[in-house]
T-cell receptor
Framework: GENVEQHPSTLSVQEGDSAVIKCTYS??????FPWYKQELGKGPQLIID?????GEKKDQRIAVTLNKTAKHFSLHITETQPEDSAVYFC????????????FGQGTRLTINP | GAVVSQHPSRVICKSGTSVKIECRSL??????MFWYRQFPKKSLMLMAT?????????EQGVEKDKFLINHASLTLSTLTVTSAHPEDSSFYIC???????????FGQGTRLTVV
């Protein structure tokens, strides 16, 4: 089955700097890759996703890149703000229908003012 | 965006009792709902997948008689933890998806404490 590895487990950056979180997946059949943000005591919130037919997707300060050949994808947050502090999870799944997500281990991002 | 409401957000129960957690999709019809369990500082562990009107499919190692899942309508799924014990204390989260869309939207989670 699918396995998703996420790095780093913790990341601390200065406000205004960029943050990058990386994930690798094992199943070449996976073709849908969402990213979730989870604040303390809350459920995960979908912040951006990418499908395997594109290499990059951007939404304001957040971007995701996908390298299908290497089977890895990354989340990029630019101009970080204190409210970006949270745990971020990557996941992999199939596009066809509501397939179960396989999550990475999570990255605790701390933005230092 | 799609809204999923989970209730209650926190519950404390005594050992041996049962607890029901509700998951509702407020602005869409959830053909598929997922139930997860999350331990402190850990990732989400899928417990089961339920499709409306069908029996839930449980992940390996999850006791279906202990974690009863019902998905009787397109907007409501429930998870009942039966005969709860302290080791069942955890953060339980549902997510919902619809049709052939891959996006899944999560509820706020339920913190269960069994004393």
């Amino acid at each position: 089955g699918e396995n998703v590895e996420q790095h780093p487990s913790t990341l601390s950056v200065q406000e205004g700097d960029s943050a990058v979180i990386k994930c690798t997946y094992s199943d070449s059949a996976s073709n849908y890759f969402p990213w979730y943000k989870q604040e303390l005591g809350k459920g995960p919130q979908l912040i951006i996703d990418i499908r395997s037919n594109v290499g990059e997707k951007k939404d304001q300060r957040i971007a995701v890149t996908l390298n299908k050949t290497a089977k890895h994808f990354s989340l990029h947050i630019t101009e970080t703000q204190p409210e970006d502090s949270a745990v971020y999870f990557c996941a992999a799944s199939l596009l066809q229908g509501a397939q179960k997500l396989v999550f990475g281990q999570g990255t605790r991002l701390t933005i230092n003012p | 965006g799609a809204v999923v409401s989970q209730h209650p957000s926190r519950v404390i129960c005594k050992s041996g009792t049962s607890v029901k957690i509700e998951c509702r999709s407020l602005d869409f019809q959830a053909t598929t709902m997922f139930w997860y369990r999350q331990f402190p500082k850990k990732s989400l562990m899928l417990m089961a997948t339920s499709n409306e009107g069908s029996k839930a499919t449980y992940e390996q190692g999850v006791e279906k008689d202990k974690f009863l899942i019902n998905h009787a309508s397109l907007t409501l799924s429930t998870l009942t933890v039966t005969s709860a014990h302290p080791e069942d204390s955890s953060f339980y989260i549902c997510s919902a998806a619809w049709g052939n869309r891959p996006e899944a939207f999560f509820g706020q989670g339920t913190r269960l404490t069994v004393v």
